[in-house]
């Protein structure tokens, strides 16, 4: 019966295979263009993200320079406008002082006698005054250019300023929208790496189908301790062996379908039951589930899977999946778990 079950499966696939493989190599060759252009777009966007951050970095330095100017000009002009007010005030005060001489003047001008001596000296006392007054006025206008000066300075700086902001918020926006399409292709990266773990399954599923002791939990994979070792041990045992040479050929096709880009392991959890354990070569279950998830890893690489893709860990008896304490519980709780995730 088996011999006509195979001929059929052979004149089966005789059928199909020449437009499956064309079928392949059309997608293979799809997903090679796809991931090329996706791998120049990442460098591009990696380029121009630098080059926004090193422009950046020189618009906020130019800002803080025009910030620091700009206080230095304020200061300047504070000082400068105290100048003019003391000049203000000076000027009146010898306006107020020329025009007390002038009625001196005046008043002595209508007497005779020795008023004479103190009549030239006034004019001359005025003469002076007018002098200062003269060089007040120059100074005022002086100081008045300076300010008109400063003014524009300050236009230009706040000008300057706007100008350093506008293209900050520019370069804020660009980097934000950056960021959200990197996020969206680390997630499109999750999706597929979630797809190639669902056919890595549903192969194993083919493969392992006639054993009951052999599930799929959650994400997980789980094989029953008793699948792989002896009660108490770490050794494998040669019915463990074959079960992990078909788990082999399943990871070595999953190795080949997964493009490189993708940062992916297959993570290997051993746990063990709540029954204590202090054995010559095992102190404690925390040694026992190491032991034997690297016994599985280290057969695994011996038949050809690439050691950078799997992990060993040991949970010991701390993460049970059966909270129960019957024998059947304990028996659920000794597996060993492979959860294929990122790195």
């Known amino acids: 019966m088996a ?11 005789g059928l ?67 100048t003019l007010a003391a000049l203000t005030d000076d000027l009146k005060a010898e306006k107020a002082k020329s ?69 900050d918020r520019i370069a804020k926006a660009q980097i934000a929208n950056l960021g959200k399409r990197l996020n969206a292709a680390l997630a499109r990266r999750v999706q597929e790496l979630a797809r190639y773990r669902s056919e890595f399954f549903g192969r194993l599923r083919r493969i392992l189908s006639q054993r009951s002791d052999i599930r799929v939990v959650g994400d997980r994979f789980v094989f029953q301790s008793e699948v792989l070792f002896p009660k108490g041990s770490a050794d494998l045992t040669e019915e463990g062996k074959k079960e992990l040479d078909k788990l082999a050929e399943a990871i070595l096709e999953l190795e080949k379908q997964i493009p490189p880009d993708i940062n992916w392991i297959l993570r290997v959890d051993g746990h063990t039951d709540s029954d204590p354990i202090r054995t ?29 893709r799997l992990a060993a860990t040991g949970f010991g008896e701390f993460h049970p999946i059966d909270p129960g304490d019957t024998e059947e519980a304990k028996a659920r709780n000794r597996r060993i778990e492979l959860k294929l995730t990122e790195r």
């Open 99 to 167: 025009a007390s001489l002038s009625a001196m003047l005046s008043d002595l001008q209508g007497r005779e006698g020795k008023a004479g001596a103190m009549v030239s000296a006034l004019k001359d006392k005025l003469a002076a005054e007018k002098k200062i007054s003269a060089e007040a006025l120059a100074q005022i206008e002086l100081l008045n250019q300076q300010i008109a000066a400063l003014r524009r300075q300050v236009a230009m700086l706040n000008a300057a300023l706007e100008a350093a902001e506008e293209r």
């Open 280 to 308: 010559a070569r095992f102190k404690s279950n925390w040694e026992l589930s190491a032991a034997r998830a690297i016994s599985v890893v280290k057969y695994l690489i011996s038949k050809g899977v690439s050691p950078e």
């Open 16 to 82: 199909y295979w020449p437009g499956f493989v064309d079928a392949m190599a059309q997608l293979l060759l799809v997903i090679i263009f796809l991931l090329t252009v996706f791998m120049v777009a990442q460098y591009m966007q990696a380029r121009e993200l630098s080059g926004q951050d090193t422009v950046l970095s020189r618009l906020r330095a130019q800002i803080a320079e025009l910030t620091e100017l700009l206080a230095l000009e304020k200061s300047a002009k504070a000082t400068l406008e105290t």
């Open 3 to 13: 011999a006509p079950l195979n001929r059929r499966r052979r004149g089966e696939q």
